[in-house]
């Protein structure tokens, strides 16, 4: 493929960033075991077709159309699995096992970009889907066999008012969301900035997920002041779980500290994510960088959520997440202590095609920080996760957290481009100390924010 459509592949996520839109859906029809079991094999399908379309000519452009719709039917699954987690274990058992579904997460992640990927570059493409379609067929096996049925269908499949959201979607969300993406391909058109001059600083570089996620907090801030009538209209018609799951979520105390929570909280974790990879390679740790962060950053990270997850479970919420938050933002401090001792290596291998190597003790403090960043972000994904989960309403549990992920993205919109920015100004030392900065509104609403640690409200309306 071309790095044009390489880079166009990145529309396969676009599904992960909608989903809200058909949260309430799966919260309102079957159960979350239907759900996941249904889009599993769904999946276990959609490989086994591009086993058999692997050595066709035109396999390239038929798989990716394959692999777009499919992506969708992930975005679902990925939906439903979080609301049966959340179904299927009460809110101690949720933290507790929270390190091991991110242990999962990581080992899957590197079994499709690492051995399925490397089966398909030695051993050719069809025996690689096929290889994943198999993997897919027994983890379907297994969770038909061992998942168990911890929920009722509100409503049965075929039941009237069991698809009134798909009104919605039809007539409303998703004309909104073409508009949306053609908005973007307007702002972003070279013929129509070079013969009309339409220049838009703040949208021209937001990205089509960046404009989602502001429709989305937009949206929601409507419906809280619109709150009061939509709750008449929706008592008139019971029947709309698809509006009660927004107005569910908006409609509760201090929902303004919580949004602030939510959007904030990333905001420094975003900064530095987008520049320690760039101020690696700078360093000359360009070819080291891989084993660095699969060696050592991988169990890190693992280690900390499931540190994160047993403290949780054992201590409560409201004690852990001020001190895991912190330590979190703490590694933005250590990486600017760690720029400006190595300033020096900086200085000299940053654009030099033959990087001079770092001493043992340079590289081991490169190391003992990566290792201290991914275990506190461990610690930081387990309060969040678990916050998301508390503050989910009992009948909609999957819609609610599919929103609050939303949410949490919003932060990042800028962070690259204005990372970018500022690192070129001041550099990488003043640049992690300025974002550690920008953590402090996170924490100090920290405060503020309420906890839920009794157990899920059910919904008032």
Known sequence: ???????????????????????????????????????????????????????????????????????????????????????ALDLDAQARYLGYRVMAYRI??????????????????????????????????????????????????????????????????????GVILLLRMLLTNAF???????TIPFFSHLSIPGLINIALFSALIFVWFGRK?????????????????????????????????????????YMLSTMYIPFMV???????????????GLPASILGAMCGGWAIGRYG?????????????ITNLVYMALAFYLSG???????????????????????????????????GTAVLMTYLMRICRTDFKASHYAIGTGLMGLSGLYAGTVSGFITAWVGYGAFFGISFLASVPGMVLVCFVPMEEKGHKKSPL
């Open 192 to 198: 129509i900035e070079r013969r009309i001059h339409l």
């Open 345 to 379: 290596m900086l200085a000299l291998n940053t654009a030099n095609p033959a990087p001079l190597p770092l001493s043992l003790i340079q590289m081991t403090a490169v190391v003992v920080t990566h290792a201290f960043d991914q275990f506190a972000g461990g610690l």
């Open 317 to 329: 919420l409201r004690k852990m997440i001020w001190p895991f938050l912190l330590l979190q933002n």
């Open 108 to 177: 899957a992640m590197m079994t499709g970009s690492g051995v399925i990927a490397t089966i398909g570059a030695l051993y050719g493409w069809q025996a690689a889907f096929m290889g994943a379609d198999i993997l897919m067929f027994f983890l379907l096996i297994v969770n038909l066999t061992i998942l168990p049925h911890c929920e009722a269908a509100r409503r049965p499949e075929g039941s009237p008012g069991a698809y009134h959201g798909l009104k919605a979607l039809s007539r409303w969300i998703l004309p909104a969301a």
């Open 1 to 87: 493929m071309s790095l044009q459509g390489l880079g166009a592949a990145s529309i396969f996520g676009l599904p992960w960033v909608l989903k809200f839109l058909w949260g309430p859906l799966v919260d309102n029809i079957a159960t979350k075991r239907l759900w996941l079991l249904t889009t599993e094999g769904l999946i276990t399908l959609a490989f086994l077709i591009a086993a058999i379309l692997a050595p066709l000519t035109q396999a390239v452009n038929m798989i990716a159309a394959l692999f777009f719709a499919a992506s969708f039917v992930a975005a679902t699954h990925d939906i439903a699995i979080d609301g049966f987690y959340m179904e």
């Open 229 to 269: 009538r939509l709750r008449q209209l929706i008592i008139a018609n019971p029947d709309n779980f698809y509006a009660r799951s927004f107005l569910t979520f908006v409609d509760r105390p201090r929902i303004g500290v919580i949004l602030a929570f939510i959007i904030s909280i990333r905001a420094g974790e």
């Open 282 to 296: 700078d360093l000359g740790l360009k070819l080291q960088y891989g084993w660095i962060s699969a060696g050592i």
